[in-house]
């Protein structure tokens, strides 16, 4: 069983940063991929960003490229989603999964551990 703990939301003016971190204890593997999804209200939970644990190989979605960096510590078993040039479109719950590498990182049902999500609120 693998747990994932995210934390670092809170709310920020459009333009601003934040940092999101994703801690994962229990049994965890080399070969699994960590991703980020975000899911607002009244809306399906889509794909943000994900990186392959070994390797270190990372997607984004369209919608974060060039604002968004995603990043692993693998001494702290740790991902994190840095956020930059944040707008209100990004105001969502945010979750951080895990799953194996060889799943399309892409989509969610492709990660059998989930966060229980932290909320990030950007202001305009």
């Known amino acids: 069983q693998v747990q994932l703990v995210e934390s670092g939301g809170g709310l920020v003016q459009a333009g601003g940063s934040l940092r999101l971190s994703c801690a994962a204890s229990g049994r965890t593997f080399s070969s699994y991929a960590m991703g980020w999804f975000r899911q607002a209200p009244g809306k399906e939970r889509e794909f943000v960003a994900a990186i392959r644990w070994s390797g270190g190989s990372t997607y984004y979605a369209d919608s974060v490229k060039g604002r968004f960096t995603i990043s692993r510590d693998n001494a702290k078993n740790t991902v994190y989603l840095q956020m930059n040039s944040l707008k209100p479109e990004d105001t969502a719950v945010y979750y951080c999964?895990?799953?194996?590498?060889?799943?399309?990182?892409?989509?969610?049902?492709?990660?059998?551990?989930w966060g229980q999500g932290t909320q990030v609120t950007v202001s305009s």
């Open positions: 999964a895990a799953g194996l590498s060889a799943a399309i990182v892409e989509v969610p049902t492709s990660y059998g551990y």
